[in-house]
């Protein structure tokens, strides 16, 4: 079974063009690896951005890409993280 | 108890009775659970899933869990890890109405509890109001008794998110900020439960969100936590016209750092309706900021 490659289609939401691109890894790859390179193609910050599925379910990006695949299929969204805590005035 | 030893003949087996009375059956069952086992341990699932079949109750809800056994000698049945006063619940029920004309409302199913900032003696004024979200939506599920799965600290948290390698290790102990992905993280490995999540570009645009939130609502009840623009609230409810477009929303606010006295907290707003624009023409939610809305599903499973 290793050797596969498995692709997918990763669509950035916070531009309402809706670009996408799609991306091909090995399915042993480590999925952070297929974030990784869809922010840094889409040139947002990895740090701060994650991964769901086209209905909205978060993606944890530590296990493999065939994983991620075999799951939740190959159409991706890549959202901006929010990171909240300030307190209000 | 014959099968567990014979499985894992090295193994202790940690064998508990407990009781159950499903509206269904005529009589009280006693299940015997070996306690090693996590509840979401697929091999558990299994032996609920043959049990409920044979008990012919309905195979999409969990009803047989450890949460869902009767307890007899419990004076309090949610276990709340404050010391002092006891945390309050469901502080929505009986909050003023949204002014919403013509509106139709949509509110959280079933209880909760109210977590907010300087709790259980942590000064997490500043930095924890996600992980307070986070503790009144697992609070939700203990009391919809999906799990008795204690609501964790946010040291545990934090753990959790390490636990996953989601986070480095030097998070734990630290004052940092999580938003909607990591509570989708914790929901998911500490509960086993999935969760939406809507993410909406701009503050301007969260009124045109209230179809799907009313949708949630109505078919899931969660509560939702909403993280943008450096702030996390917690969404019980939803009330909006579709033909003129007014909107509010019923905010539960975690930021909140008084005592649990429910008359300081609804005179002071911290929850209660608020509309998405005010009739000073102030914006609820910022135009130049994206919001994460997080919407945990209701585990359909036993």
Redesign the interface.
């Known amino acids: 079974m290793s050797g596969g490659k498995v692709s997918f289609k990763v669509t950035l939401?916070?531009d309402?063009k809706l670009p996408y691109k799609v991306f091909s890894v090995p399915e042993e790859a480590p999925f952070t690896a297929v974030l990784k390179f869809a922010a840094e193609e889409f040139k947002v910050p990895p740090q701060t951005s994650?991964i769901?599925t086209n209905?909205?379910?978060?993606i944890?990006p530590?296990q493999s890409a065939g994983n991620v695949f075999l799951k939740h299929g190959s159409d991706l969204?890549l959202?901006?993280?929010?990171?909240?805590?300030?307190?209000?005035s | 108890m014959e099968r567990s030893a014979a499985e894992k003949p090295f193994k202790p087996v940690k064998l508990c009775s407990y009781h159950f009375c499903p509206l269904s059956l005529f009589h009280p069952v006693t299940i015997i659970y070996d306690l090693n086992y996590g509840e979401t341990e697929a091999k558990l699932v299994e032996a609920r899933r043959l049990l409920h079949h044979r008990l012919a109750l309905p195979s999409d809800r969990p009803m047989l869990r450890v949460a869902n056994a009767l307890k007899f000698n419990e004076v309090d049945p949610i276990s709340s890890r404050s010391l002092e006063a006891k945390r309050l619940v469901d502080v929505h029920i009986g909050s003023a109405g949204s002014g919403v004309a013509g509106g139709q409302t949509s509110l959280v199913e079933g209880s909760y509890e109210y977590y907010h900032?300087l709790q259980d003696h942590l000064d997490d004024?500043?930095?924890?109001?996600?992980y307070r979200s986070l503790q009144t939506i697992i609070s939700w599920f203990r009391l919809q008794q999906y799990t008795n799965v204690p609501v964790p600290s946010h040291r545990e948290i934090q753990e959790t998110l390490v636990s996953?390698?989601?986070k480095d290790p030097s998070f734990i102990g630290s004052?940092?900020?999580?938003?909607?992905?990591e509570l989708?993280?914790v929901l998911?490995k500490l509960l086993g439960v999935?969760?939406?999540?809507?993410?909406v570009?701009s503050g301007a645009e969260m009124p045109d969100k209230c179809r799907e939130l009313a949708m949630h609502f109505t078919t899931q009840g969660s509560p939702v936590m909403i993280?943008?623009?450096?702030?996390?609230y917690t969404l019980l409810g939803i009330d909006y016209n579709e033909f003129t477009g007014e909107s509010s929303f019923l905010i539960l606010?975690p930021?909140y750092?008084g005592g649990e006295d429910l008359k300081t907290i609804r005179a002071g707003g911290w929850c209660g309706w608020k509309r998405a624009i005010s009739s000073t023409g102030q914006e609820f939610f910022l135009r130049n900021k994206?919001?994460?809305l997080l919407?945990p599903q209701r585990p359909s499973t036993v």
């Open positions: 939401t916070s309402p994650a769901i209905d909205g379910v978060g944890n530590q969204r959202i901006p993280r929010d990171r909240v805590g300030s307190s209000s | 900032y004024d500043g930095w924890g109001c996600a996953i390698g989601d004052r940092e900020w999580i938003g909607a992905i989708s993280f998911d999935t969760c939406k999540i809507l993410n570009r993280g943008g623009g450096v702030l996390a606010d930021h750092t994206f919001y994460n919407l």
